[in-house]
Nanobody, 118 residues
Framework: VQLQASGGGLAQPGGSLRLSCAAS????????MGWYRQAPGKQRELVAT???????NYADSVKGRFTISRENAKSTVYLQMNNLKPEDTANYYC?????????????WGQGTQVTVSS
């Protein structure tokens, strides 16, 4: 099983970016999918998560600006980021709790860099 993230890049303050992360491999089911981020010199922190039923959870710092969604048929999670701020600059990692034939495991994507700067 692999998670492949894409969509990072450079945005101006107030701009938008959309991240995608697709899971591939032998997957029986996916429970929670989400995004974390890590800025230089800081610990990795939760950005947002979404369950297979569609329940969402957001960090206070992104509420009202970021929206997490998923397409279960494509095993893909998205993060729409609007009104970006310089403090959103970080490496963003997708995450998924995946059940395969070997059991349930947590998987991480490779990270995609988001830079917010004028």
């Amino acid at each position: 099983v692999q998670l492949q993230a894409s969509g990072g890049g450079l945005a101006q303050p107030g701009g938008s970016l959309r991240l995608s992360c697709a899971a591939s491999g032998t997957i029986l089911s996916i429970n929670v999918m989400g995004w974390y981020r890590q800025a230089p010199g800081k610990q990795r922190e939760l950005v947002a998560t979404i369950t297979n039923g569609g329940s969402t959870n957001y960090a206070d710092s992104v509420k009202g600006r970021f929206t997490i969604s998923r397409e279960n048929a494509k095993s893909t999670v998205y993060l729409q980021m609007n009104n970006l701020k310089p403090e959103d600059t970080a490496n963003y990692y997708c995450y998924a709790e995946i059940r395969s034939w070997t059991g349930s495991h947590n998987f991480w994507g490779q990270g995609t860099q988001v830079t917010v700067s004028s």
